[in-house]
């Protein structure tokens, strides 16, 4: 059984800071891209930021670029994505993804595992 549990949401004014940590278990290897996505109220899923298995490449949305930055150490089977600059437009629940084998998760379609979700709300 897979898991992927996030952790690191919470409240905070506009223009701080937070980092999301993701922990994964149940999986036999590391050949796995990770990403996140995120849902505000009313809107659907979107992708926000992914990286590759060893952490070589990484993929942004183009409003998260230059404040969001996403790293994974894979001895701690996690992926973090430290926020900076936040914007209340970033106020939304937001997923850790599990690629499949080989696969980075920069779409829905690639995701075959996601988290429960943790909530970043930001005031103005």
């Known amino acids: 059984q897979v898991q992927l549990v996030e952790s690191g949401g919470g409240l905070v004014q506009s223009g701080g800071s937070l980092r999301l940590s993701c922990v994964a278990s149940?999986?036999?290897?590391?050949?796995?891209?990770m990403g996140w996505f995120r849902q505000a109220p009313g809107k659907e899923r979107e992708f926000v930021a992914a990286i590759s298995w060893n952490g070589g490449r990484t993929y942004y949305i183009d409003s998260v670029k230059g404040r969001f930055t996403i790293s994974r150490d894979n001895a701690k089977n996690t992926v973090y994505m430290q926020m900076n600059s936040l914007k209340p437009e970033d106020t939304a629940v937001y997923y850790c993804a599990a690629g499949g084998t080989l696969m980075i998760p920069t779409t829905g379609s690639r995701v075959a595992n996601w988290g429960k979700g943790t909530l970043v709300t930001v005031s103005s």
């Open positions: 149940g999986r036999t290897s590391s050949d796995y891209g």
